[in-house]
């Protein structure tokens, strides 16, 4: 039930720490985190929570190594948790035959195909047990203070946890993230293979559906993502659906903020180069 | 005999680029390296160099995914060359047996003992054949104002190229040295592997046996290691006996810093935390 102890690193005065621990949600599989905690923070100051979500063919290290987030995160006092991308070592059958279905690419929803479903929930393991396991801990974080964000289908979980829990997150934001996953050949490949409805049903985990069944809401939404990521000139990210759909909804323009960026790639080149400005943008949220 | 790109990257406004080439030093092997070019470096504004070695088992990707550098050096205009750690690939016998020998582990010497010395001359290479296959590019290098900085062997080996080739690097760091390698099992293992005289003849690449001979010199040399460093523990890296030579040698206590840094180890973590701080200190120098 509880956090096993992997490592520990000091970076930026603060304490990065990875746990192992069984997950219920993930079908009673061992998961792996990375929680940074900032300098300073206490059973009496507790951080604030910024949730990081990774994408394809990530663990929970790739954000803590090459994110370069810990400076910011250091110096605005907000803690950082870095959850893995898929359960692992379900063995389902087919699930380590391609890098972006199963293994690494859990897509952050519940499946309903069998036999999926009994494992990968990324869905219920990031929105519910991953928070319920983090409050009963005794790491000093304010949990009722949480944002998050992610990279490309990490950035996909991030807008969609965001939108479907409204209210729960003060803060989105996301690298190069998968906007429209209904209308793309990533998306596709995951809803058909772990929703029972496939394509018509991963609409409830689509970033530019929600919020267009959102409305006109204030939300808070930054998005980053590089003319030169390839990802994007093969139409897998769409960020421009996203903001066409805050446009339709007469959603406020700085509330959807969508910034492409000349010349970045789809690397943590790219994520490393803006995770500072993210960070900080996020603050205003978190210690508002 | 020239650069084969094999990647590129936008980072902080600058670009990283990836090339292979043949080296004759490292015995007619292919070898890679990266090379950050800072924004606004052109042919009239050629930008400073500054040369990172990284440690055992590693490339020379390393440092620049996790060494949270290129913001500083984007900053400072300064450009980074990456080399790799060893020849790759000369297909010698017991080559891969071991992390610490070998394969990743050149030790930034010139071996000696055959058949090591047809190929392991990463001496050589960072010291000669580099600068000049990167002068006859087509680079915005102002190779001139150099500086080298390195992490662990590479440590080691930025110290001992720049005390051995006095004057051609303006100044030197490291994170996390081997300071004196003929008292260290590392050194000790790699200069009765690669040398025909052994540890005695390692003395030529030992920071503290060359300070030492250098004598009261103006050097500019900055050393941070962590205290839950395990290597420290082991003494491996003995950063001690470093500052115990300058103070020998009658140098000026400002001009060979070594800070020991409480909690942190040998990793990345750590030297993305005093990434900058280095960057910062050796653009005094660079661009002076």
Request: aromatic share 12%.
């Amino acid at each position: 039930m509880s956090f096993s102890e992997q490592s520990q690193n000091k970076v930026f005065d603060g304490v990065l720490t990875k746990y192992a621990f069984t997950s219920s949600a993930l079908g009673g599989l061992e998961t792996k985190i990375n929680v940074f905690i900032p300098p300073k923070a206490s059973a009496s100051a507790k951080a604030p929570v910024l949730y990081y979500l990774a994408g394809l063919t990530c663990t929970e290290d790739n954000g803590a190594q090459k994110g370069a987030f810990f400076e910011a995160a250091a110096q605005e006092g907000i803690a950082i948790v870095f959850p893995d991308t898929s359960p692992r070592g379900a063995n389902i059958n087919g699930e380590n035959e391609s890098w972006d279905f199963g293994t690494g690419a859990g897509f952050y929803l519940n499946a309903t195909k069998s036999p999926w479903n009994k494992y990968y929930n990324m869905y219920d393991f990031v929105t519910k047990e991953l928070p319920d396991k983090l409050k009963a801990s005794d790491l000093p974080l304010d949990l009722e203070k949480a944002s998050i964000f992610g990279h490309s289908m990490g950035g996909h979980g991030a807008l969609v946890l965001y939108l479907r829990e409204f209210g729960t997150y003060r803060s989105v934001s996301a690298f190069s993230p998968i906007c429209h996953p209904v209308a793309c050949p990533w998306g596709e490949k995951a809803f058909n293979g772990y929703l029972e409805g496939g394509v018509e049903a991963g609409k409830e985990y689509d970033a530019v559906e929600l919020l267009s069944k959102l409305g006109k809401t204030n939300v808070d939404i930054l998005v980053d993502c590089g003319l030169a990521d390839n990802f994007y000139k093969q139409k897998q990210l769409l960020p421009e659906t996203l903001s066409e759909a805050a446009k339709k909804a007469g959603i406020d323009a700085n509330r959807v903020q969508v910034n492409l960026r000349d010349g970045y790639d789809h690397s943590y080149f790219f994520i490393s180069t803006f995770g500072a400005e993210h960070i900080r943008w996020h603050a205003k949220f978190l210690r508002a």
